[in-house]
């Protein structure tokens, strides 16, 4: 069992800043892929940026790519998204999940445990 715990997220000016923080703990987490998602209201839960195990791979959503970097400290059970260069179409609830697999993939299906969110808020 894995527990993923969202932190970091509030309400930023267009153009500004904020780093996200996922904290898990529970059985073998430096072996999971991790990955963050978001949801809008009314719109799919869609992906936003994968990592392997060892951390030396990463994906991105095209809409991110550029501006938003995933990272993780092992060490301390810990997934990072640092977001740069916010914009109003980027406020969502952002979610961290795991995957058992060391393959990225973007699918949510694919993920076996999810945080509770963080709410991004983006004004103009």
């Known amino acids: 069992q894995v527990q993923l715990v969202e932190s970091g997220g509030g309400l930023v000016q267009a153009g500004g800043s904020l780093r996200l923080s996922c904290a898990a703990s529970g059985r073998t987490f430096s072996s999971y892929a991790m990955a963050w998602f978001r949801q809008a209201p009314g719109k799919e839960r869609e992906f936003v940026a994968a990592?392997?195990?060892?951390?030396?791979?990463?994906n991105y959503a095209d809409s991110v790519k550029g501006r938003f970097t995933i990272s993780r400290d092992n060490a301390k059970n810990t997934v990072f998204l640092h977001m740069n260069s916010l914009k109003p179409e980027d406020t969502a609830v952002y979610y961290c999940a795991a995957r058992v697999s060391i393959v990225i993939v973007a699918t949510r299906s694919a993920y076996n445990y999810w945080g509770q969110g963080t709410q991004v808020t983006v004004s103009s």
């Open positions: 990592i392997s195990w060892s951390g030396g791979s990463t």
